[in-house]
């Protein structure tokens, strides 16, 4: 998993392990990577948005969270589900925005008119 942070205002948006890794990563490939939210100026509390599913470590991924049009996109791609899940920055609603079955996205090009 190659993806970063994305800091929006005072929240930071990351995908972390849904449980603490074994000291010998012995349990790494069963855990998922879950989204988090967490205040920058205390993120020892992060929140888990559990409306956007996790991913497992062997996912292959390089796309992070990104801001368009007032949405932030999360890519997701498991056994389940390819394609990307938004939070909108007003309401916090969370919904699928691009679903591509058969496929992993490993990005999105917006071009412009």
Known sequence: MITGPLVDGNNMYLKYWSEPIAPDFSNAAELEFKVFVTDVNNPTQPTVIDEIPGVTNTTIQTTGPFIRDNLIYFPVNNAEFN??????????E????????????QGILILQE
Do not use: E, F
Request: no cysteine.
């Open 83 to 92: 394609g990307y899940y938004t939070i909108d920055r007003n309401t916090d």
């Open 94 to 105: 969370v919904q699928v925005a691009i679903s591509a079955p058969g496929v992993v996205l």
